[in-house]
């Protein structure tokens, strides 16, 4: 099988996007060096890796509340795992050892939470599907952020995809995922991880290890108390359906104007953020500067730069919505004509 017919059945099993990245590269180009995610340390074997992405429905982003985006997070990878499965039986089938990588996994010999073995917004923008966003989650021109990815690793050499050098991300003139961020965690192409967490795994692994930390030294009579807080019910639901332990607040994703499911859903509902203040305004006016001096941003270093896009921005976003809009205005045309 070639690069060409692997995508076409990718594609078929139902996945949004497919992209090749060579194993050879993700070796020589861990995101951190000090904490290699690299696939030689899941497989010595492994040649190329397939990335395979999966869109959130961008309804989910246009409802009142976060809770529709935490269900349909768990259905996305899911759905996205079996395509991945589907795909690496198929390989084998074909005589090609290949396997799917935990999309969700930790390695606690590297860091200690939200620290994978391999980086999967890495491996996307490795195989040409987009380049990191201010937040520092991948953007592809398609979907922006609202997606999640993982990886195909298979011993079968195939053609990699080249790596955009556009970069996806308006960047720091637009700054609507810092706007919107609750907890001020957006850094300048990179991200307060802990600070994040506070939003996104609400009831996540750091919220669980802190509540039990608490109950072991507690009274009898606090015990009783801190068994009926919503705090319980919320490690039961984590259990149950992943709601509320990770990818629990979607404010970053829901603002960012990438992706034509923005411009077509989202531009309307999106557009005000209530979560603005002057100094964030402020914040990103600093992130401005420093990149036009030129100062020192290890998010914009000579390594980090790889996966922001080493040719800056250069509009892709406005080009988009010119299309799009072109595309709409054609397809009015032809609803009036009938011909629709
Ligand atoms: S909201 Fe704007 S600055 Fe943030 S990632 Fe999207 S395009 Fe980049
Ligand atoms: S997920 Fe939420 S808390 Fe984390 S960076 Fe995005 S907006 Fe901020």
């Not at 996007?17 to 074997?45: E, K, M």
């Not at 270093?301 to 205005?329: M, P």
Request: charged share 25%.
């Amino acid at each position: 099988m070639d690069a060409a017919q692997v995508k076409a059945l990718t594609k078929e099993l139902g996945a949004d996007l497919v992209g090749i990245a060579s194993a050879a590269t993700l070796n020589a180009f861990p995101p951190d060096p000090r904490w290699p995610q690299t696939p030689d340390r899941v497989s010595p074997h492994c040649k190329s890796v397939i990335v395979i992405v999966s869109r959130i429905p961008v309804a989910a982003f246009r409802a009142k509340s976060n809770i529709p985006v935490q269900y349909l997070d768990m259905l996305v990878l899911r759905r996205m795992d079996r395509i991945a499965h589907k795909l690496t039986e198929h390989l084998e089938r074909e005589g090609h050892p290949s396997f799917v990588t935990a999309a969700q996994e930790t390695d606690w010999n590297m860091k200690k939470a939200s620290y994978g073995r391999l980086s999967t917004r890495h491996m996307g923008i490795e195989a040409g599907l987009g380049t990191f966003g201010l937040e520092v989650n991948i953007l592809t021109p398609e979907f922006g952020p609202r997606l999640y990815l993982t990886g195909v690793l298979t011993e079968l050499e195939l053609e990699p995809d080249a790596p955009m050098t556009e970069q996806v991300c308006i960047g720091e003139s637009c700054s609507r995922c810092l706007h919107a961020c609750p907890t001020d965690a957006v850094l300048h192409f990179g991200i307060d991880k802990r600070n994040c967490a506070i939003e996104a795994q609400e009831f996540g692994y750091m919220t669980a290890t802190q509540f039990f930390d608490g109950y072991i030294d507690a009274s009898p009579a606090k015990k009783k108390e801190m068994l009926k807080a919503r705090d319980v019910f919320g490690f039961w639901q984590g259990l149950l359906r992943v709601v509320g332990s990770f990818g629990d607040c979607p404010r970053c994703l829901a603002v960012c104007p990438v992706g034509n499911d923005y411009h077509a859903h989202l531009a309307d509902v999106q557009k005000k953020i209530p979560e603005k203040t002057p100094e964030k305004v402020a914040k990103a006016k600093a992130f401005k500067k420093a990149r036009v001096d030129g100062d020192p941003v290890t998010g914009l270093d000579d390594w980090n730069i790889r996966w922001v896009g080493t040719d800056g921005y250069q509009g892709i976003v406005a080009r988009q919505l010119q299309e799009f809009k072109k595309a709409q205005a054609e397809r009015a045309g032809m609803d009036e004509d009938g011909e629709g």
